[in-house]
């Protein structure tokens, strides 16, 4: 498989976008990046069930039942590729001119996919971070919710780019820590767990979502949604980060602070492995 | 001309957007809405100087000059029409999976564009707004430009249809008055006019700047950037709205409060006519 992207929209294999569509328009749409395995999409009821929180949230007819079936036609495709990811994206469609929505609106299904070189069920290396300038804008109304408009992401992702980090810590406008440009934290701190609690901003990842549910209560670490001060993350006794396709992986750095105990990375990937056979 | 829009893609007249595209994918872009009368787009430097702000601010490869010279070459072919809206929208291109951007990238070049009805040289009727329940997010980064992440817009323009408003004013994350969800605000208060400041969040409006430096100043009355509370709105004398396709345009009520006395809009637009012109 090349590196260019298969691509179908509405479920036929594609090129384009149709124009006008309202998601290159104004970010008016939802997405989710998905880990797929020989044709089989990892953790499908978790990324459905926060499209369908976006869905509900933003007033779109309800097109989860189509999303899904695209996305298992789609992910079928890839079943000779051991590892993929792939991108489903929801647009509110074709409309006139002008940022109210149409209240007939056909929202409109792209799915991308690639293939994966590296083993998704190995744990990736430790990352070394960074602070990020930018601070994530407030606005408790989207917080959560896996919307288009991700302008703040892409400065973030680009600081990172230029001063050779893997991703930077983003704080929230209260100066409390959020999230990185493409994952969500944990630490540890007196052997519990603590992840930022999106109030106001941020993405809540699937894999934060499993770890809080599933991984950590399997090994009967106790985890907890917290406001965390960027002195609170330096002074934890590890550092955690997850991300639908790279999974658990611990923080090495973050700026001068470095750790180098892995042991609850380790421990919470073993549960992440065991969880993706199921 | 029919009701659906005319679009090229960089330079040649397209139905459909390549993919992947950052501009759908993030948001990562720009856009400029611009009257055009008899195929000449009205007051286009201003709209180039946002548009360049942008890039800038963005780290766009240069693209201003193709921007400029596709915008000339697609208005021509509305020589016909009185008046017609266009829509420059400016991507990032494609890229591989990822917020961050490719160092490489090749801008895209998007325009669509749609015949008007009304005689955009005739003052639009005064508007009937609400109170938005929506707050702008704050991001000192991105306030003034016209980027595509825009979904803030789409939920505030989604409730003043629902509640039968022609718009609605929006605050901002301090409880200040910032704007409409499609166009500027200046109220009339002891003879003089104040607008937003915009410093966290809103958009530079090229009306809002043709009356900030022009339009006022040939009137000889006063005009300052400021902090506007909503009681200070309500009280005002006169509040006008200003938007690239709706020109200047009173306000006759807000909720309960309504205002009859339009001649500083009148004023205004008069000297916008006689703009138009050069």
Chains 1, 2 share one sequence.
Not at 98 to 111: C, H, K, N, Q, S
Not at 165 to 192: I, P
């Amino acid at each position: 498989m090349s590196s260019s992207p298969l691509i179908w929209v509405d479920g036929e294999p594609a090129q384009a976008l149709p124009l006008p569509d309202r998601g290159l328009d104004f970010g008016d749409g939802l997405f989710e990046t998905l880990l797929v395995r020989q044709g089989v999409p990892l953790f499908l009821p978790l990324h459905m069930e926060r499209l369908a929180a976006g869905v509900d949230l933003l007033s779109f007819p309800d097109c989860i039942d189509a999303a899904k079936a695209q996305l298992s036609h789609s992910a079928a495709r890839l079943s000779d590729l051991d590892w993929a990811a792939m991108r489903l994206t929801l647009t509110r469609g074709s409309a006139p001119r002008g940022y109210a929505a149409p209240l007939e609106a056909m929202p409109r299904i792209v799915i991308t996919a690639a293939g994966l070189a590296a083993d998704r069920s190995q744990q990736a290396a430790p990352l070394h971070l960074g602070w990020a300038d930018l601070r994530w804008s407030s606005q408790p109304h989207l917080a959560g919710i896996k919307h288009l408009n991700r302008l703040e992401q892409v400065l973030v992702a680009n600081q990172a780019r230029d001063s050779h980090w893997d991703d930077a810590v983003v704080l929230d406008q209260q100066g409390n820590v959020c999230s990185l440009s493409a994952g969500n934290l944990f630490l540890l701190e007196s052997g519990r767990l603590l992840t930022p609690s999106l109030e106001t901003c941020g993405i809540a990842g699937t894999r934060r979502r499993l770890v809080l549910e599933q991984l950590a209560p399997a090994l009967g670490v106790a985890v907890e949604q917290a406001h965390i001060s960027p002195e609170q993350l330096l002074e934890a006794d590890a550092v955690i980060c997850c991300n639908s396709i790279r999974g658990l992986q611990a923080v090495a750095s973050l700026g001068d602070r470095s750790w180098t105990n892995f042991s609850m990375c380790e421990a919470l990937h073993q549960r992440y492995v065991d969880a993706m056979a199921c």
